[in-house]
């Protein structure tokens, strides 16, 4: 039986941890080779679409922490990501993709992450901040 992979980090919500993201990836891929590459490199692009909105959208005045859980389930993959930014205003269910000549800068990270993976869910938590849910299999 092949061994279940979790991994998790909590640190500020800046560029250097949509490295640590990647880092994490890395692991994975070391201690699962029997992941195909393509659905570990899927579900890793999704997840750092949504820690780069964190980072991207937290307040310059407010510092914000993020969470990422990345674990292997029985049927694939989940990242539980959470954040202590300002709730988030967001469809996750439907997200619009821009139009084509505002595709250029920004706007596509929630309807990339819908399209890329099986679950994708957004709750906030009382005021505190954020949870997104991203599973694949």
Request: no cysteine.
């Amino acid at each position: 039986m092949t061994e279940p992979f979790r991994d998790a980090f909590r640190a500020p919500a800046d560029l250097e941890t949509i490295g640590r993201v990647h880092e994490s990836f890395e692991r994975l891929a070391e201690q699962r080779p029997d992941l195909p590459a393509q659905v570990r490199g899927a579900f890793e692009l999704a997840v750092v679409e949504v820690v780069t909105n964190v980072v991207t959208h937290s307040e310059d005045d407010r510092p914000v922490r993020v969470e990422l859980v990345i674990r292997t389930t029985t049927g694939g993959l989940e990242a539980i990501i959470t954040d202590d930014a300002p709730p988030a205003d967001v469809d996750v269910v439907d997200p619009a993709m821009p139009e084509a000549e505002d595709l250029a800068e920004s706007g596509r990270g929630l309807a990339l992450v819908t399209m890329l993976v099986d679950r994708f869910e957004h709750d906030t938590l009382d005021g505190t901040g954020n949870r997104w849910l991203l599973a694949l299999g």
